[in-house]
């Protein structure tokens, strides 16, 4: 049976305020990389959901030189009630942003991007357009600068024009448990999430796959080891898993914070599972140090 972690206590259905654990401690950001990608970043008219989603660990990877785009805007068709990022009614989309995007990629030098966007489905193929012109710009700058996208669901269009653009790896994340789903993401669908990934193997059996979610959303132990065989079932190689973290009080509740140890635990059940790869802590995110989990599935799909 796993340890019971620290359970937040509650009082008359309202959250009580206390520090988080002495696990998370970050880098403050503000170092000469992390000048160097904001200004580069405000010049291009670039997004990261770095900072839409108030990702913890914006300091260390941008201090890293390695930042995950947000293409499509900074505003979202959806309001899923764990995430931070604007909700609302898109503008337009913007043709030149891929070659913007290629620009900056090739200015840092990076030698892996991450791109993913807020969900479009005002537009009837989701962004896939948008997206794989980000990937082919991009190569056609840097041929050996790997990309990874990390996709919404296209409202199950788009994904073969995703597929084509030959990504390094493709992610889609599933974000938590079964139960949980309807009640944190009500305009997702659990098992199109799947079938989506299932798909990708289908149509490219050489792309690496991956998948993240969040635990403290309510779930079970038991339940989250279910939402990973059922990822392991379409043979999504990668998995990231991380604490949630509340962006705001109007956000769903944080049941419980998980320990390190239980961490690990995790990442040895996946492990044991057949993912090539798995990420779990408590500040891990979708493309934590995503360039080493490509570089472990790239040396089992060679």
């Known amino acids: 049976m796993a340890p019971r972690g620290q359970t937040l206590q509650t009082r008359e259905g309202q959250e009580t305020q206390r520090r988080l654990p002495p696990w998370f401690k970050v880098r403050m950001p503000g170092g000469p990389n992390f000048i160097q990608l904001s200004n580069l970043l405000r010049s291009g008219e670039l997004h990261t959901v770095c900072e839409e989603a108030h990702c913890p660990n914006v300091g260390e990877c941008w201090e890293r030189g390695t930042a995950t785009f947000m293409v499509l805007g900074d505003i979202c068709t959806r309001a899923c009630r764990y995430c931070a990022v604007t909700s609302g009614r898109p503008l337009g989309v913007d043709m030149e942003e891929p070659d913007r995007l290629a620009a900056a990629v090739e200015r840092l030098g990076l030698r892996y991007c991450v791109i993913t966007s807020v969900n479009r489905d005002d537009l009837p193929d989701g962004g896939a357009f948008i997206f794989a012109q980000c990937v082919l710009k991009i190569r056609e700058r840097m041929p050996n600068t790997k990309v990874e996208t990390l996709i919404p669901d296209f409202k199950g269009q788009g994904l073969k024009t995703m597929v084509r653009a030959r990504p390094d790896v493709l992610n889609h994340n599933i974000e ?60 999504c190689d990668l998995l990231t898993i991380g604490q949630y973290l509340r962006p705001s009080p109007k956000h769903i509740d944080i049941s419980k914070f998980y320990t390190p140890q239980e961490f690990a635990q995790l990442r040895d059940e996946g492990m044991r599972m057949g993912f090539r790869h798995v990420a779990a802590g408590p500040l891990v995110r979708s493309s934590y140090h995503a360039d080493e989990q490509h570089s472990a599935a790239a040396f089992v799909l060679a």
């Open 176 to 235: 938590t448990v079964r139960r949980v789903f309807h009640g944190v993401r009500p305009k997702g669908n659990y098992d199109y999430s799947l079938e989506l990934l299932r798909q990708v193997k289908e149509m490219a059996p050489g792309m690496a796959t991956k998948s993240g979610m969040m635990v403290g959303l309510g779930e079970t132990w038991d339940e989250i080891l279910a939402t990973m065989a059922d990822l392991r079932a379409v043979d």
